[in-house]
């Protein structure tokens, strides 16, 4: 089983980025699915997350009205589309997934993880 995260870079203020997680090894149809990022210097926090069934997404106040969360079931890829980036956004930002259904900010509570990619939000 692999996530594959991507698609970070260097964007001003007020710019969108669309990251990706590709799976391989599982169907992401039947996981729930979260990102996560961590900030330099601060403990990694969940920010979104959609139920396996795809019923439920949650954000976090954070980032609520800013990202979006997709899946892909055909492709196997999950998508967090973030509009209206500020330099708070600046982090690495993670996948996850598990078999549980329902959704969790805990780390501890996601089997599976991809390797991470970097945001930074700068002009």
């Known amino acids: 089983v692999q996530l594959q995260a991507s698609g970070g870079g260097l964007v001003p203020p007020g710019g969108s980025l669309r990251l990706s997680c590709a799976a391989s090894g599982l169907s992401l149809s039947s996981y729930t699915i979260a990102w996560f990022r961590q900030a330099p210097g601060k403990e990694r926090e969940g920010i979104s997350c959609i139920v396996r069934d795809g019923a439920r997404t949650e954000y976090a106040d954070s980032v609520k009205a800013r990202f979006t969360l997709a899946r892909d079931s055909h492709n196997n890829i999950a998508y967090l589309q973030m509009n209206s980036l500020k330099p708070e956004d600046t982090a690495v930002y993670y996948c996850?997934?598990?078999?549980?259904?329902?959704?969790?900010?805990?780390?501890?509570?996601?089997?599976?993880w991809g390797q991470g990619t970097k945001v930074t939000v700068s002009s």
């Open positions: 996850a997934a598990d078999a549980r259904d329902f959704c969790s900010h805990y780390v501890s509570n996601y089997r599976y």
